[in-house]
């Protein structure tokens, strides 16, 4: 199953997209969490793939990798466990360049696409240092997903809608991952800043923590990207009942402001 094309088919059938974040490792039931918020209505899935500086992460997620990380996840396993994975949705993995290059480029492309993985997130490599990671995920066939901050200046911004693969990924403002009371204003020109220079399926992520905040995100962009509200849910001791009860509220709000615009 291909990322974009995904993204692409559902994106034309009028469906605001809906991608969750679940943090791989943690605890014994986290497939069967993958599993629930799939059923839930979700058009992909992020994997975090645990790391012990996580530059990009705030309090929640950090935390989930690190009980991850305790509990003995490593890169290699989350992926070996993810090829047990028997969703209908793509799968994307994200984690940081140290993993990355630790396992090596190819390695880790190989392994990806083995376990039926389409895509990949690296937060802190940059556009123009992608250099092997590049030519190792594009050989395999992974599809590397490309962020853009609200500080980003147009020109940079053009060159990473046209690089990234699978979808833009549009942060929502400055800071690290978190739940938030509100929707930032950064918000809604990250999205039509982007909007505007690819057709690419563009996902707004990073604070969007509630059903309407996920509404009003993706009124600006293609969809959302919700991570520490869910992970939130596990750390408290929800399991795959509580995660797809969550994400299906979310698809619930998203499609019903599909059906007020039709």
């Not at 490309?146 to 990924?169: H, N």
């Not at 929707?183 to 809604?188: K, T, V």
């Not at 399991?239 to 009860?245: H, I, V």
Request: with cysteine; aromatic share 4%.
């Amino acid at each position: 199953m291909r990322l974009e094309a995904a993204l692409r088919d559902r994106r034309a059938s009028g469906r605001s997209l809906l991608v969750p974040y679940v943090t791989g490792g943690l605890g014994s039931g986290w497939l069967d969490v993958v599993r629930a918020v799939a059923d839930a209505g979700a058009d992909a899935i992020e994997i975090g793939i645990p790391f012990s500086d996580p530059v990009i992460d705030g309090r929640t997620v950090q935390e989930a990798s690190q009980r991850a990380l305790e509990l003995g996840a490593t890169p290699a396993s989350i992926i070996s466990d993810a090829a047990r994975l028997d969703v209908e949705v793509p799968l994307v993995v994200m984690t940081y360049f140290n993993p990355v290059q630790h396992m090596g480029f190819e390695r880790f492309a190989k392994e990806l696409v083995e376990a039926g993985i389409d895509g990949a997130i690296v937060p802190d490599l940059p556009l123009d240092e992608l250099g092997d990671w590049s030519s190792a995920a594009d050989a395999a066939g992974v599809e590397t997903v490309l962020l853009a901050a609200p500080t980003t200046p147009d020109t940079r911004l053009r060159a990473i809608c046209e690089r990234s693969r699978g979808f833009v990924y549009g942060v929502s403002l400055m800071g690290v991952t978190g739940e938030r009371t509100r929707l930032a204003d950064q918000a809604s020109v990250m999205g039509s800043r982007c909007k505007a220079l690819t057709d690419r399926p563009v996902l707004l992520g990073v604070g969007i923590s509630t059903a309407e905040q996920a509404v009003e995100a993706a009124s600006f962009a293609d969809g959302v990207v919700v991570g520490s509200a869910l992970v939130r849910r596990l750390l408290e001791g929800g399991g795959p009942e509580q995660a797809g009860a969550f994400v299906a509220s979310l698809r619930a709000a998203l499609d019903d402001r599909e059906g007020e615009r039709g």
